[in-house]
């Protein structure tokens, strides 16, 4: 080995690990019932959990998989990030890039100045996040977007808008599809591009899943804890515990629900898990029919 890498006998040498898997320690997560987001053109979902489920429709559980001594859960959304940025790129008036340009601000900022002003559910509008297929629950990469309610009075930040919220149902979606299993998530925590830069998103899956999401310290979780293992493969600590305490971070602001949201996003949800399985499991394959269709 030594003549192979050119390292001095006795150096410490870390296997490599997932992006996603690493930024646990790096929010300070090292115990069990606690989903980390890690929120940018896509979402990852990470659980740590004492037993090992049985979960349909998730990315996979290993023992020791992020966090020796623990079962790690993946679930995931395959479009988020991704959902907003195929939207200014291409359903934008000119009209609001200009605006956007003149008060110096990027076109995602305006459209959440405009979008933040709404109550939930008054565009009246309900989206399923499928732009690029669905991880999880459904595991089904031919499934496609769909969008429910415009009218000729519809405006682009409601559209903006309502695909936000479809992503946070769909998270919503995998938070219960757990539960259901019985992995219990007890707090929801969040890191990466979206969580940093997006309150307006943020408040939304807090209100969305009636839960209170803390956000990681570092933006970018992901470096950190690859050093935070580096650091505990090199001998600097005795534990991953020990070593997320000393350099995992949390920020001291946190997104609480707003109960009143909650409530009309109760109703919102009902009529969301509605389409999904509707949509989503072999009900009505209209979307894969159209895409049949469009292959011809």
């Known amino acids: 080995g030594e003549q192979l890498t050119s390292l001095i006998q006795g150096t410490a040498v870390a296997v490599s690990n997932v992006d996603a898997h690493v930024a646990m320690p790096a929010a300070g997560i090292t115990t069990a019932d ?31 998989g992020i966090i ?16 907003f940025d195929w939207f200014v790129k291409n359903c934008i008036p000119a009209e609001y890039r200009e605006l956007a340009k003149e008060k110096g601000i990027s076109i ?16 009246g509008l309900l ?29 682009p930040y409601e559209i903006y808008r ?4 479809a992503t946070a149902y769909g998270t919503r979606m995998i938070i219960e599809n757990f539960e259901k299993n019985g992995v219990k998530i007890e707090q929801l925590y969040a890191a990466g591009g979206i969580a940093d830069k997006d309150e307006m998103m943020m408040q939304i899956y807090a209100d969305v899943t009636n839960r ?7 933006q970018q979780a992901p470096a950190l804890g690859s050093a935070i293992f580096g650091a505990l493969a090199g001998g600097y600590f005795k534990s991953i515990t020990e070593a997320a305490q000393t350099l995992g971070r949390i920020k001291d602001i946190c997104y609480t629900p707003n109960k009143e949201n909650c409530i009309i ?32």
């Open 34 to 64: 606690k989903m980390l987001m890690i929120m940018g053109t896509s979402t990852c979902h990470m659980v740590l959990g004492k037993e090992e489920k049985s979960v349909k429709g998730i990315c996979g559980v290993v023992e020791d």
């Open 68 to 83: 020796e001594g623990y079962y790690g859960y993946e679930a995931g959304q395959s479009c988020v990030g991704d959902h």
């Open 108 to 123: 995602h900022k305006y459209l959440r100045e405009k979008a933040i002003t709404q109550k939930p559910g008054e565009s």
């Open 127 to 155: 989206a399923l996040d499928w732009w690029n297929g669905n991880r999880s629950v459904l595991v089904d990469a031919d499934l496609t977007g769909v969008i429910l309610g415009m009218t000729l009075a519809t405006k």
């Open 162 to 165: 309502a695909l936000i919220e």
């Open 212 to 218: 209170t999401i803390r956000l990681s310290g570092s």
């Open 265 to 296: 996003y109760d109703k919102l949800y009902e009529e969301y898990s509605i389409l999904h399985d509707y949509f989503g499991r072999g009900i009505n394959n209209v979307l894969k029919r159209l895409k049949s269709i469009k292959g011809m």
